[in-house]
């Protein structure tokens, strides 16, 4: 990775990036513009900052910027200026109507992006009985001795009875240590996957559109709602299988001899001949900040590993020598780009 030589360079890249989302925010002036033309002359440190971070923005698939094309405001400063800058003298402030469209646009996809992004976790929090952030893990013991070890951004629910033993993992990967008790069942839910075990020790992962089950110890039944009773497929599954359904169907062949499915509770993570992006995918849910792929032609090359989760960052710098890319980093932001 190239590492920024000092506390300046980081802050500087920080206030470009800053910069650009007020700019395209549809709420900026002419002179903010040119206030911005200005940060870029105070020296050549600050030019670089804005060379760099500019060229980064403009492969971001943001939803600020989708209508930009669509609007005579180009993201290059200087340029908005000179062309706003004869109006400007006469006097004439008022923005175009494409211009207010534009500004509207970007107030009803900043809402958006809060309501999604914000609302679900208001809504799992009242929800969920347990639950941990991103980076976060934790272990949950149960009133009849099980445990629940909750993984990263994990949300579980809990239902007691005298007949049965259920819990539903809203979101996330939990592993369930299972106390042995014939007369109450104990059944984790996952979307429309149910899971029914006795006596055992098994891995669920959830994200709304794929559950998964990988057995540890023990023997599970699984199943899905989604078929009628009368088609109902029940599988049962050995230590070391894994089972799969989403949104679709429930996957007929079973994965066996599947390895480090609980990896991370010892600290790390394995990749077994997965591509860049499921990794870069993977990374995300135990960092907080983003990783950005965007390097698409090297998305789908295979890699295999092990990840410690304290040192992601340091092994994303070593990707740097296993492959043709370069890693940058922006603040909490880390950005993969393919070599040039």
């Known amino acids: 990775m190239k590492k920024l030589i000092t506390n300046n360079r980081d802050r500087l890249e920080q206030e470009v990036v800053e910069w650009l989302i007020y700019l395209t925010s549809g709420e900026a002036m002419p002179n903010d513009f040119a ?38 405001i180009s993201i290059q400063p200087q340029s908005y200026y000179v062309q ?16 207010k469209i534009s500004g509207f646009i970007v107030t009803a996809v900043l809402l958006t992006v809060l309501f999604t992004s914000l609302f679900p976790d208001y809504l799992i929090s009242t929800q969920a009985d347990y639950r941990t952030r991103i980076g976060e893990q934790k ?3 149960l009133s009849d ?5 909750l993984n990263t951004n994990s949300a579980i629910k809990v239902n007691y009875n005298e007949k049965t033993r259920t819990v539903e ?10 106390a042995h008790n014939t007369n109450r069942p104990f059944i984790v839910r996952s979307g429309e996957v149910r899971t029914r075990a006795v006596g055992t020790q098994f891995v669920v992962r959830y994200d709304s559109r794929l559950s998964s089950v990988t057995l540890l110890e ?5 199943a899905s709602d989604r078929e009628s009773n009368i088609n109902r497929t029940t599988l049962t599954l050995i230590p070391g299988d894994r089972i799969s359904f989403s949104e679709n169907r429930l996957d007929s062949e079973i994965k066996h001899h599947v390895s480090g499915a609980d990896a991370w509770r010892k600290g790390r993570l394995q990749f077994d001949n997965i591509t860049l992006e499921q990794a870069v995918n993977e990374i995300n849910r135990y960092r907080r900040g983003s990783v950005k792929l965007l390097a698409s032609q090297l998305a789908m090359r295979e890699i295999n590993g092990v990840v410690d989760l304290t040192q992601i960052d340091a092994w994303l710098d070593a990707l740097e020598t296993l492959m043709p890319l370069t890693v940058y980093r922006f603040g909490p932001w880390i950005f993969i780009r393919a070599k040039t």
């Not at 706003?84 to 211009?99: D, F, R, T, V, W």
């Not at 993992?169 to 299972?178: D, N, P, Q, R, S």
């Not at 023990?218 to 699984?222: A, D, S």
Request: glycine content about 6%; hydrophobic content about 40%; proline content about 4%.
């Open 169 to 178: 993992l809203i979101k996330g990967e939990a592993v369930f240590t299972v």
């Open 35 to 72: 206030e911005f033309a200005q940060w870029q002359k105070r020296s050549p440190a600050h030019k670089e900052a804005y060379r760099k971070i500019s060229g980064l923005w403009d492969n971001l698939d943001k939803p600020l910027l989708a209508w930009r094309d669509q609007t005579d």
């Open 139 to 141: 272990t949950i013991s």
């Open 84 to 99: 706003q800058s004869a109006a400007a003298s006469i006097g004439i402030q008022k923005q175009s109507p494409l211009k």
């Open 145 to 149: 001795g099980s445990s629940v070890h």
């Open 218 to 222: 023990g023997k599970v039944l699984v």
